[in-house]
T-cell receptor, first 117, second 114 residues
Framework: AQKITQTQPGMFVQEKEAVTLDCTYDTSDQSYGLFWYKQPSSGEMIFLIYQGSYDEQNATEGRYSLNFQKARKSANLVISASQLGDSAMYFC??????????????FGKGTHLIIQP | DGGITQSPKYLFRKEGQNVTLSCEQNLNHDAMYWYRQDPGQGLRLIYYSQIVNDFQKGDIAEGYSVSREKKESFPLTVTSAQKNPTAFYLCASNEGAYSNQPQHFGDGTRLSIL
């Protein structure tokens, strides 16, 4: 079974600062994918970034980057130059790759990020 | 616009009643999923379907049932056997062919007990 741990229930960050959201995972499988989602107070889940277990470079998508340390089983999300609109819940999730990409995701409990002006 | 439509947005259930949550997608995706989210918690997988007329139990399937008669539709029934159904329910889909594909989510249904 897979497990995702997010140790920061809540974080307060000043606008324009960079922020790192922690995520550690546990799996015995060698082939897996890691995802980060943002959930605003309205409830929808917004995909941010993906990292595959065999990817040699850290993933980046605009202001989002993923600090992937495979040996430590960590996949931290870094948001550069934070904005007020970044205030939301952030979830780390994992998919073990068995027969393709149709398996369900295992989610962490999330981090509530609040950006202060 | 392509996307996932969940209805209703809010739903109330009486004791002993079954209720069905609708999920429709026009993304032509093969795989569809149902998740449950409790307050302040992450999402937990209830059921998923990789192809029409086939589905698998997730981590918390007890008290729920699903069907997949059409590619675009994956309704979830919350049965009277589910003793704590109050939660936020999210439906998702993805093509399923490649592991790096993110799941696309609907806007969710909030279910409460009367």
């Amino acid at each position: 079974a897979q497990k995702i741990t997010q140790t920061q229930p809540g974080m307060f960050v000043q606008e324009k600062e960079a922020v790192t959201l922690d995520c550690t995972y546990d799996t015995s499988d060698q082939s897996y994918g890691l995802f980060w989602y943002k959930q605003p107070s309205s409830g929808e889940m917004i995909f941010l970034i993906y990292q595959g277990s065999y990817d040699e470079q850290n993933a980046t998508e605009g202001r989002y980057s993923l600090n992937f340390q495979k040996a430590r089983k960590s996949a931290n999300l870094v948001i550069s130059a934070s904005q007020l609109g970044d205030s939301a819940m952030y979830f780390c999730a994992m998919r073990v790759i068995t027969g393709g990409g149709a398996d369900g995701l295992t989610f962490g409990k999330g981090t509530h990020l609040i950006i202060q002006p | 616009d392509g996307g996932i439509t969940q209805s209703p947005k809010y739903l109330f259930r009486k004791e002993g009643q079954n209720v069905t949550l609708s999920c429709e997608q026009n993304l032509n995706h093969d795989a569809m999923y149902w998740y449950r989210q409790d307050p302040g918690q992450g999402l937990r997988l209830i059921y998923y379907s990789q192809i029409v007329n086939d589905f698998q139990k997730g981590d918390i399937a007890e008290g729920y049932s699903v069907s997949r008669e059409k590619k675009e539709s994956f309704p979830l029934t919350v049965t009277s056997a589910q003793k704590n159904p109050t939660a936020f329910y999210l439906c998702a889909s993805n093509e399923g062919a490649y592991s790096n594909q993110p799941q696309h989510f609907g806007d969710g249904t909030r279910l409460s007990i009367l």
